[in-house]
């Protein structure tokens, strides 16, 4: 059963070079997402807007239980000047919020992003229904259409390969695989939510080749030829041994999430002691993803 309502956490006048640091402690309280209200401007329906700078951001947290007073305390005292408010939301809210602002877009090479409600537009020629509701990844955040790109590079490796997709949200990527022809795609979520979000979606879209797991990565026992995970890179450190026992000999780890300056540590942290190196890297915006390839 679903959840009926959400908590929406709002976070003014937050300077922007703090934005980094505000997120990844609201993520640490648990928030299911953040979203930046952002001031930019379009010049057409591929989705690569130009973003107006500002001083100060307003931040909006997304939390399924009501974000903790120590949390908001610990806001208060570590970044001056800010303000903080806490609504309490119907789910049926931030659908129709989505919907007056989600426009169909192209993600990568074929491949478009149209939500159900909207009719696809003539140049889509690969068409992924994708309905948000409260799940990440719907292919505007920059870690997602670099792990996008990632995975579309290396499409002609995917035919009939296997792969999992940790941490799956809508389900964007797992279906960009199945499309490209991977012979299976599982996926793992932990948040509730966004499981159902995903199967949703895969349903939408109807391939018979992509299934979400309904238990998590420590119970997965088989091995893919390409493992995904589209996380934070705090979290990726955390699960590291679980995602490299899922990858076969020689097979493949894409990773996405790690901000710019903590890609070295990252990096460091991550690859030591391990038999992987890296076969490809992307950068959008403060975001990097790495394709790393196992040598043994």
Not at 71 to 100: H, N, R, Y
Not at 101 to 112: D, I, Q, R, S, T
Not at 180 to 206: K, P, Q, S, W, Y
Not at 261 to 282: A, C, M, V, W, Y
């Amino acid at each position: 059963m679903k959840t009926k309502s959400y908590f929406e956490l709002i976070i003014s006048h937050v300077p922007s070079n703090f934005e980094d640091d505000v997120t990844t402690l609201c993520l640490e309280y648990g928030a299911q997402g953040v979203s930046q209200k952002l001031e930019w401007v379009q010049q057409d329906a591929v989705y690569t807007p130009e973003i107006l700078e500002a001083d100060f951001i307003d931040l909006s947290v997304y939390f399924e239980i009501a974000p903790s007073s120590e949390l908001v305390k610990k806001i208060k005292a570590s970044f001056e000047g800010v303000q903080t408010t806490v609504l309490e939301k119907p789910v049926e809210d931030w659908m129709e919020g989505w919907k007056k602002h989600f426009a169909p877009f192209a993600l990568v090479g074929p491949f478009w992003v149209v939500p159900s409600w909207l009719e696809a537009p003539p140049e889509a020629k690969v068409v992924l229904r994708i309905d948000p509701g409260m799940a990440f990844g719907t292919g505007t955040h920059a870690t997602t259409q670099i792990a996008s790109q990632l995975i579309y590079e290396m499409k002609d490796s995917l035919i009939s390969s296997t792969a999992i997709d940790v941490g799956t949200g809508t389900g964007i990527l797992a279906l960009v695989l199945s499309h490209l022809g991977a012979e299976f795609v599982e996926c793992t979520e932990i948040d509730e939510m966004a499981r159902e979000t995903a199967v949703e979606n895969i349903e939408l879209n109807r391939p018979n080749t992509v299934k979400i797991l309904d238990y998590q990565i420590e119970e997965v026992e088989k091995q893919y030829d390409l493992v995904v995970a589209n996380i934070i890179d705090g979290v990726l450190i955390q699960i590291k041994k679980d995602l490299l026992r899922m990858c076969k000999p020689h097979g493949k780890i894409l990773v996405t999430g790690i901000l710019d300056e903590r890609r070295e540590t990252f990096l460091l942290q991550f690859l030591t002691g391990t038999d992987f190196t890296i076969e490809k890297s992307l950068q959008k915006d403060e975001w990097w993803g790495f394709l790393l390839k196992r040598e043994l």
